[in-house]
């Protein structure tokens, strides 16, 4: 997906990113890939809930602000791209959501990048689940909460979307131009990504 990210965007390097989602989970590089792997550090502010000030000592130039990305503190198209990735599905309602994307959309001068698990996947990838998760969403989270999965039980913590939700969720909050694509894993579409564009940048494509 970081990949994808450099690809779709055509980001540059005097190009600024507010990355919304950063977490303080230090387990692997992947944790926070954008910071991690993005070569021009200075360009990028880390936003999110958690304490994950250390990104700062750890990318020298890269920097830190604890926020809620459904209210940023920031001014309209303060950086060239937003990026946000599996973070959608954790702020609940299909409210917060589209508030997570508005926000984004208004920060942003050139575009959104945003990746979320895709529903239709046989696997559930927070509880590890085959299947289960095609169930309407009461009746997964009943399973779930019989298997010991308390905290994934909650909307607040996770609200799967599909193909339809995402994209229906960018046109209600005002995202412009959004199109749904998709990564693959084992011929399935294991992840969405939401791109979309203010400037003629990006490729154009489908609206999924």
Known sequence: MFQ????????TTTDTIIDVGATDDRTYDHSNYLEAWYPYKQQ?????????SFLENTYPGLKFR???????????????FAHSSAVIE???SRTNQCALLAELWRVSRKGIFVTTPN?????????????LHWLPPPAFRAILRVLGHDKLTEEAHL???SRHDLL???????VSGARVEGVSLG???????LIAHREPLWPQGGTA
């Open 187 to 193: 011929g399935w579409t294991s992840n969405l990504l």
């Open 168 to 174: 229906a969720a960018a046109r209600a909050a005002g």
């Open 90 to 92: 954790h702020v609940g």
């Open 119 to 131: 529903r239709w996947f046989p696997i559930e990838f927070h509880s590890v689940m085959p299947l």
């Open 4 to 11: 994808r990210f450099l690809a779709e965007s055509g980001v």
């Open 159 to 161: 609200n799967l979307l």
């Open 66 to 80: 604890r926020s809620d990305g459904r209210a940023l503190p920031f001014p309209d198209r303060s950086f060239d």
């Open 44 to 52: 990028i502010t880390a936003v999110g809930t958690d304490d994950a």
